[in-house]
C-alpha cells in the first residue's frame, strides 16, 4: 500500500475535493482505496457519507489516533471519518508519540488490503500534520496562483518544523513529494503571470503531464461541477442532473455535460497522479 497526504498549511485550496476525487478515481481504477479524513471539520466525512459510494468504517480517526480502531468493512473504496475531537490532540503534547505510532500500526496492519491510502489533512502544522507526513509516502500540495499562496509554499518546504525538507530529515526520509497542484486556477493574464513565477520560482515543483496542453502540467481549473460534485459527494463524471420537480420514475436523472467536461479537463491530471501512486517500485 502506497499512501498519500493531500496536505498544505493553507485552507480552502482543494485538499478535501482531491482526496475524495482522487479516492474515486483509484477505486475506479481497481485499486482497493483507503480514504482517512483527518480533519475534524468532516468536509470529506459528510461529503462521501451523502453521496453514500464509500464504505464507511464504524470507528472514526480519533480511534485510530488512540490505538483503538476495529475492523474496517469489506470494499473498493473505504473510508475512515474524522471527529470533531480531532482538534484537542494538539493540546495534548506527552501523547503525540503515541498519537503517531498508533496511525503508523494502523496502516502497516491495514496495508495488505488496499493499494493507496489517501489522507486528507486539516489545514494547520500540528500533530496530525507531522502524523500523516510522517507516515506517508507521498505528499500532494494542492495549491491557489495567488501571490500569498505562492509564497506559502516556501513554508510547505521550509517550515522549521513541518516542512518537508525537515520531515524528511527528522522523522520520514522516504516521504517523496509528488509535487504541488494548482487548483481554482482561472485563465486571467494574472493567474498565468502567477504560474509563470511558480515554475520559475520553484523548477521541478509542477507535476508533469503528458498531453498536447499548453501547460503541460497538473492543474485543476475553477469550475461549478467540482463544488457540485463535492457537495454531492460523487464522483465528477458522474454528477448528475438535479431533479426539476419530482424525480421521474425509475430510470437515472442524465448526466450534467458541464460535469463531463470538467471531468474531460481535469482527468488528465487526475490521472498523471494515480500513475505515481500506483508505480510498482
Ligand atoms: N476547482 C474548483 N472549482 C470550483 N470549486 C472548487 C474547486 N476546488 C475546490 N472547490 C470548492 O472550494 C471549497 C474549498 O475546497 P476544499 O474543501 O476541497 O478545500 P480544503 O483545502 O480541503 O479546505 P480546508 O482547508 O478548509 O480543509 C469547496 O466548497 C470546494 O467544493
Ligand atoms: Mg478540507
Known amino acids: 500500500m502506497k499512501t498519500v497526504a493531500v496536505a498544505t498549511q493553507k485552507g480552502g485550496v482543494g485538499k478535501t475535493f482531491v482526496s475524495c476525487q482522487l479516492g474515486f478515481r483509484l477505486a475506479g481504477l481497481a485499486a482497493p482505496t483507503l480514504l482517512l479524513d483527518l480533519d475534524q471539520q468532516l468536509n470529506a466525512s459528510d461529503s462521501m457519507a451523502r453521496g453514500g459510494l464509500v464504505a464507511c468504517a464504524p470507528f472514526t480517526m480519533l480511534e485510530v489516533f488512540e490505538g483503538r480502531a476495529g475492523e474496517l468493512p469489506p470494499g473498493q473504496l473505504v473510508m475512515v471519518p474524522g471527529h470533531p475531537d480531532l482538534a484537542a490532540m494538539e493540546r495534548q503534547p506527552q501523547r503525540h508519540n503515541a498519537f503517531v505510532n498508533a496511525l503508523q500500526r494502523f496502516l502497516a496492519e491495514v496495508s495488505g488490503r488496499f493499494r493507496v491510502c489517501v489522507m486528507d489533512t486539516n489545514p494547520s502544522p500540528d500533530v496530525r500534520y507531522a502524523a500523516a507526513l510522517a507516515t506517508a509516502d507521498f505528499l500532494l500540495a494542492p495549491v491557489q496562483l495567488n501571490q500569498e499562496a505562492i509564497d506559502g509554499i516556501a513554508t510547505l ?14 522523522l520520514n526520509p522516504r516521504l517523496e513529494l509528488i509535487g504541488i497542484l494548482p487548483n481554482l486556477v482561472e485563465g486571467t493574464p494574472f493567474q498565468r503571470a502567477n504560474l509563470q513565477q511558480l515554475v520559475l520560482q520553484h523548477p521541478g515543483l509542477l507535476i508533469p ?7 503541460g502540467y497538473a492543474y485543476i481549473p475553477t469550475r461549478t461541477a467540482v463544488a457540485e460534485a463535492q457537495a454531492a459527494g460523487v464522483p465528477l463524471w458522474q454528477l448528475r442532473q438535479r431533479p426539476a ?37
Open 209 to 215: 503531464v503528458p498531453r498536447g496542453d499548453v501547460m
Open 245 to 281: 420537480g419530482p424525480q421521474p420514475a425509475g430510470g437515472a436523472l442524465p448526466l450534467r455535460s458541464a460535469a463531463r467536461d470538467a471531468w474531460r479537463e481535469i482527468k488528465p491530471s487526475f490521472d498523471a497522479i494515480a500513475a505515481i501512486l500506483l508505480r510498482e517500485d
Open 157 to 170: 518546504l521550509h517550515h522549521g518544523r513541518y516542512g518537508y525538507h525537515k520531515i524528511r530529515q527528522v
